[in-house]
């Protein structure tokens, strides 16, 4: 059994759903496709939450999507899921107090985009039996809403027993980014969670081959939108696909790899509009002889350091209470010490910085750029980074390391203009 999990770019457009039908077409053990949201649409429907006027706005993604079906020939098979899921993004709206209810509306991009998929396949790909399902209703997890962790013998459990019914040829449409808690209300995975909802349904099926289609043809060393000479990988270990999705390298899912059973999924990493041109297979054996393996950028990023305030809270003790607040603010930090939180913009910044000031002194720094150097043996780099640094500082660009081990080395600057600044750092972390 294959899963084919197909990425928001890779169902942008009518266009581009045709090609993943392509795909699909070629070989009928692909038997499981993982719908993401169409396009920017998750980030969309997060502006519209935060809108001071999102009845208005929310219109504006319907009928985005009903343009694509027309677009595709399938409008009348799609019209009343379509009105139905609008009234419930309505009826959300509505009940936005409600902690749970931001889950449930977040969803609505996976879902309207799975099922206009879903009836296009039906006419493209018959006489083949194609079957549409909810995700939320297969994916059991906690009720940490945002960034929910799937409960996997019940998850397994679920999928497989939903699954084992079909027919051996039957495609089976479902959602990546979607789960449920124990009360039945939807649940996410995370942003860009898809991938890992598609490693969910490939480890509850023993599939063979887990392929995550996206808008590059594979796992590149930086990005190749932004460097030049970015070099793919087209082989890497379990392990090196995993430290590279855990420390930003945005074509992965940070958690995607961690239900693949490694005796038996292998996972490929492929181009949509060029699914010939090859791409990365992530597999037990991988390419041992790769020391320098990536350098992801994370943009966006907050910094807040902290200074605890002696006649309240000891360091230990103050970690305690950060690691608290960020569970009650629901913040999910990149990076957490005793000194240091380091986080993507989030809407309970605001909330978080002042409960922090009850037992800390902060300083905050918003709109930092965070460089994360990933590899093997990296320690060696230390000195030479603190030379490249000072040469940096020279030419009145601030940089700073900010955590460092054997494999991941992570810096954060505000003054950096565009990547071609980096060149000195490329050079010194990849060679000339």
């Excluded at 043996?377 to 030479?384: A, I, Q, R, S, T």
Aim: aromatic share 8%; hydrophobic share 35%.
């Amino acid at each position: 059994m294959i899963v084919s999990k197909f990425g928001g770019s890779s169902v942008k457009d009518a266009y581009s759903i045709l090609n993943c039908l392509s795909i699909l077409e070629q070989d009928s053990q692909r038997r499981v496709a993982v719908i993401s949201a169409s396009g920017k649409t998750t980030n969309e429907l997060e502006r519209v939450w935060n809108s001071q006027r999102p009845f208005e706005l929310i219109k504006d993604i319907f009928n985005k999507h009903r343009d694509m079906a027309r677009d595709l020939g399938v409008y009348h098979s799609c019209q009343i899921y379509i009105d139905g899921l609008q009234k419930e993004a309505l009826d959300c709206l509505n009940q936005k107090t409600l902690e749970h209810v931001k889950d449930q509306f977040l969803s609505l991009g996976e879902r309207l985009s799975s099922f206009i998929f879903y009836r296009k396949a039906q006419e493209v790909l018959a006489p083949r039996e194609v079957v549409f399902g909810h995700a939320f209703e297969l994916i059991h997890t906690n009720s940490f809403y945002g960034e929910a962790d799937p409960i996997l013998d019940k998850t397994n459990k679920t999928i497989k027993s939903t699954l084992d019914k079909l027919c051996s040829d039957t495609l089976f449409i479902t959602q990546g980014f979607l789960g449920h808690d124990s009360e039945k209300r939807i649940t996410t995975l995370g942003r860009e969670g898809s991938d890992f909802s598609a490693s969910l349904f490939a480890s509850a099926m023993d599939a063979h081959l887990l392929e995550i289609w996206t808008d590059v043809d594979g796992i590149y060393n930086r990005d190749p939108h932004t460097f030049e000479n970015a070099i793919r990988l087209d082989h890497l270990s379990y392990e090196q696909a995993d430290i590279l999705a855990k420390s930003g390298m945005k074509v992965l899912y940070k958690r995607t790899m961690e239900p693949i059973n490694k005796d038996r999924t292998k996972v490929f990493v492929g181009q949509t509009s060029a699914p010939n041109k090859g791409g990365t297979i992530i597999s037990y054996e991988g390419d041992k002889g790769l020391k320098r393996l990536g350098m992801s950028l994370n943009e966006s990023i907050v910094q807040i350091n902290l200074n605890y305030k002696a006649d309240i809270s000891s360091e230990e003790h103050g970690l305690d209470n950060v690691k608290s607040l960020l569970e009650q603010c629901r913040v999910h930090p990149l990076l957490l010490s005793h000194k240091m939180i380091v986080l993507e913009k989030t809407s309970n910044l605001e909330v978080l910085t002042s409960r922090l000031k009850e037992f800390c002194h902060i300083d905050v720094f918003i709109d930092q750029l965070m460089i994360n150097l990933i590899g093997q043996d990296l320690l060696v780099l230390e000195d030479p980074l603190q030379r490249l640094i000072i040469d940096f500082e020279n030419m009145g660009k601030s940089f700073e390391i900010i955590d460092s081990n054997e494999n991941l080395i992570r810096l954060m600057t505000s003054s950096l203009k565009n990547s071609k600044e980096l060149k000195p750092l490329e050079e010194l972390f990849f060679g000339p």
